[in-house]
């Protein structure tokens, strides 16, 4: 008994010391692996990398701009449904342990154990608390040293946040497939839809991807993807957290993916995006743009934008298919399925309506076609092959470019397209507009292209901006980064440096031959009036702009000097510099159009600065706003409690005057005229109060117009990316001009056709249209009301610039005297 009772004493002695040397080595294991864990207090200040979110004024998605394509969501904006979703996947007890599921660790080990050697994978047994830790402060190395690592910090990341905090840090930092970070992000991803939308079987799908996203994909793999999702599904019925027929439901649910596009989510806006993401870009840097979650509300205006994409691309077809058919984009052989082929060649995929197509067989009145196929999300080609026809009246615009049939109206479907053939093609239109089922018209690519910009002159916010043909097909916007000569639309500049400096739309300039002797070998310039090549002799300066006479502006130049001239161009914006040749005075520098519709908003706004935005506000990750356009002053908006009788609040601008008010009104006033009677007189359709001036480079290179309505700016160009002649009569009158009146007319159908603003000051006098003279009582025919500001007034008789005697005095000139020519700008007349 005694022995019986020292051997027990041994064993418990023997026992204690085991016990001690193992907590003394389990102590001392935890003190080795403690020493070198994180820091993870940084938990509190977490901020992921989180995407920049580009919308419209209307508040519809423009664009979003990430390296890891997340939205971060509070735990209390996630459903219950995707929250159990994921419990039941990854930690049914989440909720109930202390960081560490012990069973769980134990099958691991067992499992471990059993698989040494077989180069298997070991099984992970991490809780959700464990995968924030490995997640955000570890590395994905396998060993066991990294798991006690994990272990320690998720027990010690339990005892200092709450069960919901690491919940949220879980659902918004893992990783689920195709470039999606956090639950927010992968439901737009996978399913184009918000958290709340969310089915049982899709918040199931997203659950079960955390353990392998790749392996899961929903095309590629989509049997276990099913498999793996309805697993998901039955663990949420165990555990009672849907009921059992919601459960059968959600099993027999196809699993169907609506893919969401990394491109610009508004069509038409690709152009405008991209310059919202540069502008970002050089404000806050590449990790602000990518990682900062900044909410950027953009100034586009849908509406208008898709109605500019249209008037630009209808503009460019209409020139482009008048030079006539250059043939098809590429050819491919057509034997066996053409559709896996066709696939392979490089479509634009921002031309919609249009679509790719391959001639399958010809006839003398129609072509069969077969569309591009689409591909699916795992990148196969589609099974799907739909065709059409292409009648002769699909290919009657087709004329030969080049060759001996140029020029020649094709007779047959036949002669234009053949076998193989890779063309465009969109529905064919009857008479009335409707679409002609199963028909197609054959479409081409333009080689021309052009830009433009739309603009609230008050504000300088840009509703809308095209920058080409196609952004698929160049990302060269050539809005802001084209610089090209304004030709004639540079002249109101011109003008309104003169009616700034003395001068009155009725001052008198004589229309005739000049020659300029540029010096220092240059040899001598004779500037001549476009096509006509006719002179008026004595003009007013609101003829010589309506009619856009280079002789008059060039002698006004003379005049006034390029220097000042020079001074007000940099004032508007136009140039940062201009040289003092008088060349320059017709527009032969270069700008971009988004310089030149910022100027002419001055001319519509009564000469107030304007600085062109893309952007009205933005906002960082937690709400502030960083930045706002809009500086102007409101004084009493702040009314905190409410109205009690105080003055209603008011706007305080303090921008620049670039330009006398009255003299801005003139001057818009006299480009009234060129629409009215001048070189744009096809904007007459538009309905409402238009002005404007149309401009046409030399060799017909570029063809512009700038236009305005009270509210509403518009310019375009139009020329080729390599200048070249775009043909005879290729002016701003019939190219360009018609853009904007087709963007206008449904711009501006529900605006009323208020009459331009006239500034305090400005006195209207009925004067002779054709001398500028005051007219006579009761004469009304033949007359305008021109504006005058005060101290001015129509002349009785005129002195003409140009004109002088020997002695270099001006001379006063009849009216009658309409036919003068002057040899130079100081020569006597004759």
């Known amino acids: 008994m005694r022995f019986l009772l020292r051997f027990m004493g041994f064993l418990f002695a023997a026992g204690t010391i085991v016990f001690l040397v193992g907590v003394a080595v389990v102590a001392g294991a935890i003190w080795h692996f403690s020493k070198d864990l994180p820091d993870y207090s940084q938990l509190q200040d977490y901020e992921p990398p989180v995407m920049t979110r580009v919308h419209a004024a209307d508040g519809?998605?423009?664009?979003?701009?990430?390296?890891?394509?997340?939205?971060?969501?509070?735990?209390?904006?996630?459903?219950?449904?995707?929250?159990?979703?994921?419990?039941?996947?990854?930690?049914?007890?989440?909720?109930?342990?202390?960081?560490?599921?012990?069973t769980g660790m134990a099958r691991a080990v067992m499992l471990y154990a059993q698989n040494y050697g077989s180069n298997k994978r070991p099984q992970g047994a991490s809780t959700i608390t464990q995968q924030v830790a490995k997640n955000f402060l570890l590395t994905n190395e396998v060993s066991f040293n990294r798991k006690i690592k994990e272990a320690l910090l998720a027990m010690r990341i339990e005892r200092t946040y709450t069960k919901d905090k690491i919940l949220e840090l879980y659902l918004n930092e893992i990783y689920l497939g195709l470039g999606a970070y956090g639950i927010a992000a992968a439901s737009l991803v996978y399913f184009d839809k918000s958290v709340n939308e969310l089915t049982i079987a899709e918040a199931s799908y997203l659950a079960a991807l955390p353990k392998a996203p790749a392996a899961l994909?929903?095309?590629?793999?989509?049997?276990?993807?099913?498999?793996?999702?309805?697993?998901?599904?039955?663990?949420?019925?165990?555990?009672?957290?849907?009921?059992?027929?919601?459960?059968?439901?959600?099993?027999?649910?196809?699993?169907?993916?609506?893919?969401?596009?990394?491109?610009?989510?508004?069509?038409?806006?690709?152009?405008?995006?991209?310059?919202?993401?540069?502008?970002?870009?050089?404000?806050?840097?590449?990790?602000?743009?990518?990682?900062?979650?900044?909410?950027?509300?953009?100034?586009?205006?849908?509406?208008?934008?898709?109605?500019?994409?249209?008037?630009?691309?209808?503009?460019?077809?209409?020139?482009?298919?008048?030079?006539?058919?250059?043939?098809?984009?590429?050819?491919?052989?057509?034997a066996g399925d053409w559709g896996v082929k066709l696939a392979e060649v490089k479509s634009l995929s921002d031309i919609s309506p249009w679509r790719m197509a391959v001639v399958l067989e010809t006839s003398d009145q129609s072509a069969r076609i077969g569309f591009q196929?689409?591909?699916?999300?795992?990148?196969?080609?589609?099974?799907?092959?739909?065709?059409?026809?292409?009648?002769?009246?699909?290919?009657?615009?087709?004329?030969?470019?080049?060759?001996?049939?140029?020029?020649?109206?094709?007779?047959?479907?036949?002669?234009?397209?053949?076998?193989?053939?890779?063309?465009?093609?969109d529905p064919l239109l009857a008479k009335d507009g409707s679409i002609v089922e199963g028909q197609y018209r054959l479409r081409q690519v333009p080689e021309v292209s052009g830009a433009m910009v739309a603009m609230d002159p008050w504000t300088g916010r840009v509703v809308a901006m095209v920058g080409?043909?196609?952004?698929?097909?160049?990302?060269?916007?050539?809005?802001?980064?084209?610089?090209?000569?304004?030709?004639?639309?540079?002249?109101?500049?011109?003008?309104?440096?003169?009616?700034?400096?003395?001068?009155?739309?009725?001052?008198?300039?004589?229309?005739?031959?000049?020659?300029?002797?540029?010096?220092?070998?240059?040899?001598?310039?004779?500037?001549?009036?476009?096509?006509?090549?006719?002179?008026?002799?004595?003009?007013?300066?609101?003829?010589?702009?309506?009619?856009?006479?280079?002789?008059?502006?060039?002698?006004?130049?003379?005049?006034?000097?390029?220097?000042?001239?020079?001074?007000?161009?940099?004032?508007?914006?136009?140039?940062?510099?201009?040289?003092?040749?008088?060349?320059?005075?017709?527009?032969?520098?270069?700008t971009t159009v988004m310089r030149m519709v910022t100027a002419y908003s001055m001319f519509a706004n009564g000469g107030k600065r304007v600085k062109p935005t893309l952007i009205d506000r933005i906002q960082d990750r937690y709400g502030h706003t960083i930045?706002?356009?809009?500086?102007?002053?409101?004084?009493?908006?702040?009314?905190?409690?409410?109205?009690?009788?105080?003055?209603?609040?008011?706007?305080?601008?303090?921008?620049?005057?670039?330009?006398?008010?009255?003299?801005?009104?003139?001057?818009?006033?006299?480009?009234?005229?060129?629409?009215?009677?001048?070189?744009?007189?096809?904007?007459?359709?538009?309905?409402?109060?238009?002005?404007?001036?149309?401009?046409?480079?030399?060799?017909?290179?570029?063809?512009?117009?700038?236009?305005?309505?009270?509210?509403?700016?518009?310019?375009?160009?139009?020329?080729?990316?390599?200048?070249?002649?775009?043909?005879?009569?290729?002016?701003?009158?019939?190219?360009?001009?018609?853009?904007v009146r087709d963007f206008?007319?449904?711009?501006?159908?529900?605006?009323?056709a208020v009459p331009f603003r006239v500034p305090a000051g400005i006195k209207l006098i009925r004067v002779d249209a054709k001398s500028g003279m005051r007219a006579g009582p009761g004469q009304?025919?033949?007359?305008?009301?021109?504006?005058?500001?005060?101290?001015?007034?129509p002349p009785d008789n005129y002195s003409v610039i140009g004109v002088a005697d020997a002695d270099g005095r001006s001379l006063s000139v009849s009216p009658d005297a309409d036919r003068a020519i002057i040899r130079s700008g100081t020569g006597g007349l004759y």
């Not at 003169?498 to 002797?517: F, H, L, Q, R």
């Not at 009304?780 to 007034?793: C, H, Q, R, V, W």
Request: charged share 25%.
């Open 780 to 793: 009304t025919a033949g007359t305008i009301l021109e504006a005058f500001k005060p101290g001015t007034a």
């Open 744 to 752: 206008f007319k449904p711009a501006l159908a529900d605006k009323s």
């Open 60 to 102: 519809s998605l423009l664009g979003e701009y990430s390296k890891e394509r997340r939205l971060y969501l509070p735990i209390q904006a996630i459903p219950k449904q995707v929250i159990n979703a994921f419990l039941a996947a990854e930690d049914k007890n989440f909720y109930e342990h202390g960081g560490i599921d012990f």
């Open 627 to 739: 930045f706002k356009h809009d500086q102007r002053e409101c004084r009493g908006c702040d009314a905190n409690d409410g109205w009690k009788g105080q003055p209603e609040p008011s706007l305080v601008d303090r921008r620049e005057q670039v330009l006398d008010a009255m003299t801005a009104y003139q001057i818009t006033s006299m480009m009234e005229g060129v629409v009215q009677a001048g070189t744009a007189t096809v904007l007459k359709e538009v309905g409402k109060p238009i002005a404007g001036k149309t401009g046409t480079t030399n060799d017909e290179k570029d063809a512009w117009f700038v236009g305005f309505s009270p509210d509403l700016v518009c310019g375009v160009y139009i020329g080729y990316d390599k200048p070249r002649n775009l043909g005879r009569n290729a002016t701003g009158g019939h190219l360009a001009a018609p853009i």
């Open 373 to 425: 196929p689409g591909r699916e999300l795992g990148g196969a080609v589609s099974k799907t092959r739909d065709t059409g026809l292409i009648s002769l009246d699909g290919v009657k615009w087709a004329r030969a470019a080049s060759g001996p049939a140029k020029g020649k109206t094709p007779t047959s479907v036949s002669q234009v397209l053949q076998p193989g053939d890779v063309i465009y093609a």
């Open 217 to 334: 994909h929903p095309v590629r793999n989509r049997d276990r993807a099913i498999e793996r999702r309805n697993y998901v599904i039955d663990r949420l019925q165990e555990n009672g957290w849907i009921k059992l027929a919601d459960a059968a439901a959600a099993r027999k649910e196809k699993l169907v993916v609506t893919s969401r596009s990394n491109a610009a989510h508004i069509f038409a806006g690709e152009y405008f995006a991209e310059e919202v993401r540069r502008d970002i870009l050089d404000r806050y840097g590449e990790k602000k743009l990518y990682e900062g979650g900044l909410s950027v509300r953009a100034t586009l205006d849908p509406k208008m934008q898709v109605m500019a994409r249209k008037a630009m691309v209808t503009g460019l077809v209409t020139y482009d298919e008048a030079q006539g058919w250059r043939g098809a984009q590429n050819t491919i052989p057509i």
């Open 468 to 590: 080409g043909f196609s952004f698929d097909q160049s990302q060269f916007n050539r809005a802001t980064q084209a610089y090209r000569q304004p030709g004639s639309s540079f002249k109101p500049f011109v003008y309104s440096t003169a009616m700034d400096n003395g001068y009155t739309p009725s001052t008198v300039v004589v229309d005739a031959p000049i020659e300029i002797d540029q010096g220092q070998g240059a040899g001598v310039w004779r500037p001549e009036n476009y096509a006509s090549g006719k002179y008026y002799g004595p003009t007013t300066l609101r003829n010589a702009l309506r009619l856009s006479l280079n002789t008059v502006t060039v002698r006004l130049a003379q005049d006034i000097g390029m220097p000042l001239i020079g001074e007000y161009a940099k004032r508007f914006g136009v140039y940062d510099e201009l040289p003092n040749y008088l060349s320059y005075a017709l527009g032969a520098g270069e």
